[in-house]
């Protein structure tokens, strides 16, 4: 079916003429697993009108389609094409066409459907006289009935010939299936898709108001269907009996109908007036006007608990859309909502700017989302550290404090680093700043902040909050920006130098600054009796070995080793693995010094064999049982085995070595395999490594350089080797 399908979307091109598509035909050999196909193409060409080459194809599927669902779609196809073989389909016998005209077809379509569609009211005839029903044989599978279909997309015409058959003008599926008209009669579905003629006409038809259709007419500013409802008994006080409607106020204040909304809230409840406050929002969002708030507000009061959650919901909302305004509106008014749920993410692509906004689609999608109620509670003052408030999170809770919002104990952890002012301001309320603030404000380089969370007497030590949040210390955090002063005056302030990684890759002091290569810093922090041998964090953690090794930190690696960083015992799994990070990402000089600290072991052989040896997991052994489960037997300990023999040769010995392992792990012996990396001398070496040092603070590594340079070439004789 490919290469007919392939002939009739060529079918304005020179390549495609009649001749070649009655020569391919006429060679085609059509199959009865072909029929699928063919449904497939005719609907396809259902949507163009009809050419000669499609004419062609019509013909030469008429002879060869067997079942009522082929037929049904050739039939469909025709009348949607406008062919001139639907004259031929329609002499039929109606004993012939009855057995498949009312076959839905692909995209749940029938042959009289198809008819509505063309808006041919004397084919519609031939039709019924051929055995189509007007009828709905398959509720749960048809979309919408013949009748709603016609309200859709066809005219007043072919409405008045339908109900000349007799069928049911209020008739409507059930609410629970799912779709766009589900739930709606003739006349609400006329209304959504605008067509005003069809629903004036079904209105004199004596269609019945079941609800929604006012607010439906209101969205489209239809005036004169708005007041002909109106006559006819709708109410501004109405609630919507049909889902995946608004109400009459939100389809006021999406239409921006002042006068409108002025009258609706005369004749509604607090309830309905309170959750049309988000559709508001919606709109000064999109207008910058604050008119329909203001409005709205001034008939608020006393709100239930159900309805101080909606306009914390509304609070929230603002927030998200940048415009506090409109949150000092609502506490103006005197309004004092507490909860809200955490919703901002709704927001995060498309209502950036104003322009954006598409209103009233995103609301319904925002809406609906609300009124399922799937979000979790919070407490405003707990939303203003949401990371979708961005910068309005702190001004935010100052809002709220301003207003006699009781103060959170602790400082919320803002998505956005506050300012010193705004910071200044919550502890004139009563918040106490915590260590992360210092923490962040370190990350940050708030200096200003910093100095002044210090001189407060912030605590420097705890690392987990109230709620069990474990964050980096702000000794951690300076040693992270290689920040040496910072660090030696934390340390004075009673600093944990020791203070255990957060479990989320987190980092100790010291595994820090040797990650980054800040040498002098990680020189300064083992005189402060910095752990070499401190464990990683649980995930994503490197001990300061491994890191140093795995970011090729050649010279603070020589330092840990020399500062007796262990390499057996509970030590061996770092020296493995550093000795992995360094190979893996391709600093064979760093992974040969580790790997020549030390006679290699069975243990280590053992243990690098093992393919999880690099993984990020907690799961892995400890230290103490990675040695007693891979150390060699007492006879075999005392063997060492010679550095040549380790891991493989790289010039081609065949090993038992996993090879996901022998990938990781090219040979760091001296070979010609292996790139030789010069190593640079020591005064080009003290050139390089301030450059790893934090620029902000006078360079420490400079100051050692300085001050250690004779003792290096006795602590330090790598730096003399010769290329």
């Known amino acids: ?230 006559a006819r008994g709708a109410s501004f006080a109405e609630a919507s009996t049909i889902p995946d409607t608004f109400s009459v106020l939100e389809a006021a204040i999406l239409a921006e109908d002042v006068v409108l909304i002025s009258r609706i809230v005369e004749d509604n409840s607090q309830a309905v007036i309170v959750q049309a406050i988000w559709s508001a929002i919606f709109v000064a969002k999109s207008s910058s006007d604050l008119s329909i708030l203001k409005l709205l507000f001034g008939h608020i009061s006393a709100p239930s608990e159900l309805e101080n959650l909606w306009l914390g919901i509304a609070m929230h909302l603002a927030a998200t859309f940048r415009d506090l305004r409109i949150v000092q509106l609502i506490l103006a008014s005197g309004l004092r909502p507490e909860k809200c749920f955490h919703t901002g993410h709704l927001f995060t692509t498309n209502t950036e700017a104003s322009k954006t906004l598409r209103i009233p689609y995103d609301y319904y999608w925002w809406r609906e989302e609300m009124l399922l109620g799937r979000f979790a509670k919070c407490t405003l003052m707990e939303a203003t550290a949401s990371p979708f408030l961005s910068t309005e999170g702190p001004r935010l809770a100052i809002l709220l404090l301003q207003y006699g919002y009781d103060p959170p104990r602790l400082c919320p952890d803002f998505f956005r680093y506050p300012s010193l002012k705004a910071l200044q301001t919550l502890q004139s309320f009563g918040v ?92 300064r922090l083992l005189e402060f009796q910095a752990d070499p041998n401190a464990p990683a964090a649980g995930r994503f953690g490197r001990t300061a070995l491994e890191g140093a090794a795995e970011n090729g930190k050649l010279d603070v690696v020589q330092l840990l080793l020399n500062s007796g960083v262990q390499t057996v015992g509970s030590g061996r799994r770092q020296h493995v693995r550093a000795i992995g990070f360094a190979s893996q990402e391709g600093h064979h000089a760093v992974a040969r010094l580790i790997k020549s600290h030390r006679p290699w072991e069975e243990a280590d052989q053992k243990l690098i064999d093992d393919k999880d040896i690099l993984e990020h997991s907690s799961n892995y052994d400890s230290d103490e049982e990675t040695d007693e489960k891979y150390d060699s037997s007492d006879e075999a300990s005392d063997a060492k085995v010679e550095v040549s023999e380790v891991l493989y040769e790289v010039a081609g010995e065949n090993i038992e070595v996993d090879e996901k392992v022998r990938d990781s792990y090219i040979s760091v012996e001296e070979d010609k395999a292996l790139p030789e990396i010069s190593v640079p001398r020591l005064t080009y070496v003290g050139e390089s490594l301030v450059d790893e040092v934090d620029k902000r603070i006078e360079l420490p590594g400079d100051a050692v350089w300085a001050e250690e340079y004779e003792s290096l070439s006795s602590e330090l004789p790598w730096l003399f080797w010769e290329d």
């Open 432 to 523: 106490e700043m915590t260590p992360q603030i210092l923490s962040d404000s370190i990350n940050e380089n708030a200096y200003e902040v910093t100095e002044w969370l210090l001189k407060l007497g912030v605590d420097v030590n705890r690392t987990r909050d109230d709620y069990g949040h474990s964050y980096d210390s702000p000794v951690q955090a300076a040693a992270g920006e290689g920040n040496l002063p910072l660090v030696e005056r934390l340390v004075n302030l009673g600093a944990d130098i020791n203070a255990p990684a957060s479990y989320n890759s987190g980092a100790t002091a010291l595994q820090a600054a040797s990650m980054w290569g800040y040498f002098g810093l990680v020189r």
């Open 1 to 230: 079916m490919a290469i007919i399908k392939s002939a009739w979307e060529s079918r304005n091109t020179p390549r495609t003429t009649l001749e070649s598509t009655a020569f391919l035909l006429s060679n085609f050999l059509f199959r009865q697993e072909d029929e699928k196909g063919a449904r497939i193409l005719l609907s396809n060409m259902a949507l163009s009108k009809a050419c000669p080459i499609a004419e062609q194809i019509f013909e030469f599927f008429r002879t060869r389609l067997h079942t009522p669902a082929s037929k049904a779609q050739l039939l469909t196809a025709a009348i949607g094409a406008h062919s001139r073989i639907l004259s031929d389909l329609l002499s039929e016998s109606r004993e012939h066409v009855s057995a498949y005209i009312n076959y839905f077809t692909r995209g749940k379509n029938t042959p009289i459907m198809a008819a509505i569609r063309v808006k041919d009211t004397k084919l519609l005839r031939r039709l019924l006289q051929l055995g189509a029903s007007l009828d709905m044989p398959s509720p749960s599978f048809a979309l919408l009935s013949p009748l709603q279909y016609a309200a859709c997309v066809s005219d007043v015409e072919m409405l008045q010939e339908i109900l000349r058959q007799g069928v049911d003008l209020n008739y409507r599926h059930s609410s629970n299936i799912f779709g766009r008209y589900a739930g709606k009669i003739a006349l609400q579905i006329a209304l959504i898709v605008d067509k005003s003629e069809n629903a004036m006409f079904l209105l004199a038809a004596g269609a019945t108001l079941v609800g929604g259709e006012l607010a439906i007419a209101i969205s489209h500013r239809r005036h004169a269907i708005v007041n002909e409802l109106l």
